[in-house]
């Protein structure tokens, strides 16, 4: 057994609330006996969903009660400044105060941010965090970061993602040494752009980086590399895409098996079959993005995520905490500035 | 039956050469009683190939020899400057010429691009050509550009692509006014860069213009526009990231129907239910990007198309010709210039 971790649930986030962040809470507990758990949020709802599970242990969740909830299309600043009290911002807070080592919240990204950014604050020389997650790929999964927090980037900040990015990819899948990407286009008569080609520099010549060169967005799914380090706009476009293009797939596979009858039989049979692949494509398995570059550990969920997926955003967050991937990151970024 | 066009084709490019490139030009030919070809490349190998066939009008297919190959990864500026009589430049002549009214090549991108430039220059205030490429969709495909040869783009280089795309759109899909998306990202927090702003702002003012605004990423995958606007760097990584996934998703189907022989005989009886699917996924439906901006039609062809597939590219190059895109492009063009 390791050391005890507290990790701050905003109980009320996401599309459905405590009905998927109190079991999801629960699930995690019973899989990691060193996890302590805040569920932050409106109190009455939360006792209620409590109420409904005997199968677990009291003594490891606590809760916190706030008054406020942040709307999923409410805007950052209105959430930032209106709203002192919500679920959102009390778990963020309890990270700041040390009563948690990290939060996680299916709520609001833009809210989140803004908040993480006002509460904890990023680290000297980054100025906003970065988004990294976890994409399925051939083999596994590779760890993309910007996702869309920094739209223009220049190349030291692309260097800074991989310098975070090979932090975490090194807490999270207890990878000594991660592959570094740098997300590049391959057309012949034209190698990148000007920032792309001088963070290759960077990464190249630091001493603590694994580089392994530039990699095209078809790599991204080759398991070319264990980090993948583009701008925020690229990542942002990449992920969004993917996403709906693995549902659109999907959903072809249903309308062909839906046909008529026989094809529902054939989809039947086929189901248990397919389901494999399902599996490792399961946002499940891949839930849960962070925030790095902040001053504590901030995991946000898909909206949408079920009890499995958001637990697994919440032993992200565990991973994040036993390995205390913010002052690794703080401690490498320091000494890049001090090598500057 | 409407005016004859000439077609001229890079019998030697591509993975396979006149292998795919002379049976798809004899496919083009059965199915377009308007359609000439002329055949470019090494006069016996073409002959040869031509040999093989007896179901052809022979009257409509001509065969130009040109004594040099580029390479599939040969330097652009290696092939522009060293091989000027390849069956790439000659096929690109001839439409400068004037005895072509389009070419096809499925050879090296980057050669067909300086090739291009060369030879037949862009328009007055075009700098590089764009790339479009329609995209398999829910509802049928969208046209994308660029998709790799700006990687730095403004807001009038952007702005350029949507009159561009929204020419070639109209010519090849039949529709009087396609709608125009912007990629961007929907980070709540932020909302996209200086530059899509810009482009918004200038597509906007256009009287000729159908502006359906921004799009995400996922966009691209939901009919959300017939045209989807981006700057090359991130119209490459997606193109290639859709691509490689829909590959990756492919195999995954295929290792698990291949997994025992349970799995392999209810995969028997699965892959004609799921054909449908792979029929709208084809690239053979797809094949065939456009290098806009020109002074005539230049269409590239995947490397490793097939017959099917490279038929269909030359059918796009049809379309065009028959649509007169280059003219109309300029005519958009110049009336911008005139308007600035």
Redesign the interface.
């Known amino acids: 057994m390791g050391d005890p971790v507290t990790i701050a649930i905003d109980a009320m986030g996401g599309d459905h609330g405590p009905a998927v962040t109190v079991p999801a809470a629960l699930l995690s507990l019973s899989r990691h006996p060193d996890l302590h758990i805040v569920l932050v949020g409106d109190h009455a709802v939360i006792r209620r969903a409590l109420f409904k599970r005997h199968d677990y242990d009291c003594t490891r969740v606590t809760v916190r009660h706030a008054t406020q909830v942040v709307g999923m299309d409410e805007?950052?600043s209105a959430a930032l400044r209106g709203k002192k009290d919500s679920s959102m911002r009390v778990a963020v807070q309890l990270v700041r105060e040390g009563q948690a080592d990290a939060c996680v919240s299916a709520g609001?990204?833009?809210?989140l941010?803004?908040i993480g950014r006002f509460v904890l604050r990023t680290f000297h020389g980054i100025d906003r965090p970065a988004i990294i997650a976890a994409i399925p790929?051939?083999g596994g999964h590779c760890h993309v970061l910007d996702l869309?927090?920094n739209?223009?980037c220049n190349a030291e900040h692309l260097f800074q993602f991989a310098i975070m990015g090979a932090v975490l990819a090194s807490a999270v899948d207890d990878i000594p040494n991660p592959r570094i990407g740098l997300?590049n286009?391959?057309?012949?008569?034209?190698k990148?752009?000007?920032q792309v080609r001088l963070a290759a520099r960077l990464i190249q010549d630091s001493h603590f980086l694994n580089y392994a060169g530039y990699v095209?967005?078809?790599?991204?799914?080759?398991d070319a590399a264990d980090v993948i380090v583009?701008d925020?706009?690229?990542g942002?476009?990449?992920?969004?895409?993917?996403?709906?293009?693995?549902r659109?797939?999907v959903?072809?596979?249903r309308?062909?098996?839906g046909?008529n009858w026989l094809?529902r039989l054939?989809?039947a049979?086929?189901r248990p079959?397919?389901g494999?692949?399902r599996g490792?494509?399961d946002p499940a398995r891949n839930n849960g993005a962070s925030l790095l570059g902040l001053r504590g550990i901030v995991v946000k969920s898909h909206g949408s995520a079920g009890a499995a997926s958001f637990a697994h955003a919440v032993e992200t967050a565990l991973r994040e905490a036993q390995r205390d991937v913010p002052s690794v990151i703080s401690q490498r970024i320091s000494e890049l500035i001090l090598h500057n």
């Open positions: 805007k950052p609001n990204t833009g809210a941010m803004a790929t051939r869309g927090a739209v223009d997300l286009v391959g057309e012949e008569e034209i990148g752009n000007e095209e967005g078809g790599d991204i799914f080759r583009c925020g706009f690229v942002n476009i990449a992920l969004k895409a993917s996403e709906e293009l693995v659109m797939l959903q072809f596979i309308d062909a098996f046909r094809t054939i989809g049979l086929a079959v397919l494999s692949m490792h494509l």
